[in-house]
């Protein structure tokens, strides 16, 4: 009957982290039932976030890291003429949180583009139990690694590409991270606006739109509002490569 409930749990903890980055920080790497046991009771809180609320804001204090389990969310970070800045969007199976680690200080705003869930992981309890699971820290390290190489994609996307191939390497980023979460590869529903999208490639909304519209007139993407299908990825990927538009 113990053998049954503790499969129970491990089942149901599975289920949890089958779609965010916990995934990565647990189940891979063999842990024992105890030491998993402990990764549930660290990240057995969840909080929900209605659309357009803050997750947190720029200047609060670091306490904690935030796996988004439902939803979708952009982080933000404002100019001191009140001018915002996008620097990324998140979605389920991701982290948000990793920018107060330094300072003890969250640098920006992580704000809900639609009702959102997230699981709170307490960054102390992590530190512990990285330095008693091995493995685990190993993971999250990877993790972190992976936010440095995501940052070094962006500053040359915003550095070296022209606006048809940010608005290129956005969308086929997007589908990607979405097809690894079991949703179609050609099919998606932006859940941020013309004008987000163009604060975070640095491109104006004028140019975002007029980009998407010569896209769909090439043939490359269909659009209706919120919703694209992709029609041709390969015309797309040569874009990125310099070689379209």
């Known amino acids: 009957m113990q053998d049954t409930a503790a499969s129970s749990q491990l089942n149901a903890l599975k289920v949890a982290c089958s779609a965010c980055n916990l995934r990565e920080l647990c189940l891979p790497v063999g842990l024992s039932d105890d030491e998993m046991s402990s ?8 909080r929900s976030v209605k659309r357009g609320e803050s997750l947190f804001h720029s200047g609060d204090a670091f306490a904690a890291l935030y796996a988004v389990r439902t939803g979708f969310f952009k982080t933000v ?8 800045q996008v620097t990324g969007f998140q979605m389920a199976g991701e982290l948000i949180g990793l920018d107060g680690i330094s300072n003890d200080r969250h640098s920006c705003d992580a704000v809900a583009l639609e009702d959102s869930q997230v699981c709170l992981i307490p960054y102390g309890q992590l530190e512990s139990l990285s330095r008693e699971f091995t493995l685990l820290q190993h993971q999250f390290h990877k993790i972190m690694s992976r936010e440095i190489v995501r940052d070094h994609g962006v500053m040359l996307l915003l550095g070296s590409m022209r606006a048809e191939e940010r608005l290129a390497a956005f969308l ?27 604060s975070y490639l640095g491109l104006k909304l004028e140019t975002v739109s007029r980009t998407f519209s010569k896209f769909q007139d090439e043939g490359y993407l269909e659009v209706k509002q919120r919703d694209i299908r992709i029609i041709d990825q390969d015309a797309l990927q040569r874009v990125v490569n310099g070689a379209g538009c």
Not at 39 to 46: H, I
Not at 173 to 193: E, H, I, K
């Open 39 to 46: 990764l549930d009771n660290m990240v057995s809180t969840r």
């Open 77 to 84: 970070v404002s100019a001191t003429d009140g001018r915002e």
């Open 172 to 198: 086929l980023n997007l589908t990607q991270r979405l097809q690894a979460r079991g949703f179609s590869a050609s099919a998606l529903v932006l859940r941020m606006t013309r004008e987000e999208i163009g």
